[in-house]
Each structure stands twice: as structure tokens, then as C-alpha cells.
Nanobody, 121 residues
């Protein structure tokens, strides 16, 4: 089993910043991909950003250009992924979920419990 523990969510004013982190623990040989999705009330869960184990990143169009170029990063030694969010807008309000594609005897996807991000004045 793999556990993903997220932290860093909270309430922030428009234009502010937050840094989310997600640490994976458990039994696995390695983690192919780590990333973040988000789900706003009444909407589907959408991709925010992903990063492979060799550092290749991908971002949703909705966050490109607003978040810093080094928005998503990971520390492979700590099995941790980070999401730096800048210039936050009210429409960024959502529950943010960490996910990982993990190599064990099979390849499996795991999700964190989610962390609330609220952008409001």
C-alpha cells in the first residue's frame, strides 16, 4: 500500500501564493509520475500539473503563464512533490489532490485525501 499525505492548503487572498506538498510512503520500487488535480464544487476533477521521475513537466492550460515556471517540482529522495501557486484567483478555489503512479509488482495509481485551497478576499 502507498499513502500520500498532502499539506499546505488554506485561505489566501487574490494575488497571493501557496505552496502545496505531497509525500508518498509505503512499499514501492519507484514513482513514475507525481502530480496534482483539483476539483471545484460541482465540477469534475481536472489536471493541474504533472512531473515525471526525470523532471519532465506538464501543465493545464488554465494555469500556464500564471504560475511560476518552476511551479511543480519533486524531491525523488523524499518521494515528495511540490506545487507552488502564485497570482491566485478566486477560480483557483478547489480541493487539490495529489496523485502518484507507483511501480511495485504492478503499476498503480494512488490519490491523496485532498487539501482545500480557498482564494477569497
Amino acid at each position: 500500500q502507498v499513502q500520500l499525505v498532502e499539506s499546505g492548503g488554506g485561505l489566501v487572498q487574490p494575488g497571493g501564493s501557496l505552496n502545496l506538498s505531497c509525500a508518498a510512503s509505503g512499499s514501492f520500487f519507484g514513482i513514475n509520475v507525481m502530480g496534482w488535480y483539483r476539483q471545484a464544487p460541482g465540477k469534475q476533477r481536472d489536471l493541474v500539473a504533472t512531473i515525471t521521475n526525470d523532471g519532465v513537466t506538464d501543465y493545464a492550460d488554465s494555469v500556464k503563464g500564471r504560475f511560476t515556471i518552476s511551479t511543480i517540482s519533486r524531491d525523488n529522495a523524499k518521494n515528495t512533490v511540490y506545487l507552488q501557486m502564485n497570482s491566485l484567483k478566486p477560480e483557483d478555489t478547489a480541493v487539490y489532490y495529489c496523485y502518484s503512479v507507483v511501480r511495485w509488482f504492478v503499476i498503480s495509481t494512488y490519490w491523496g485525501q485532498g487539501t482545500q485551497v480557498t482564494v477569497s478576499s
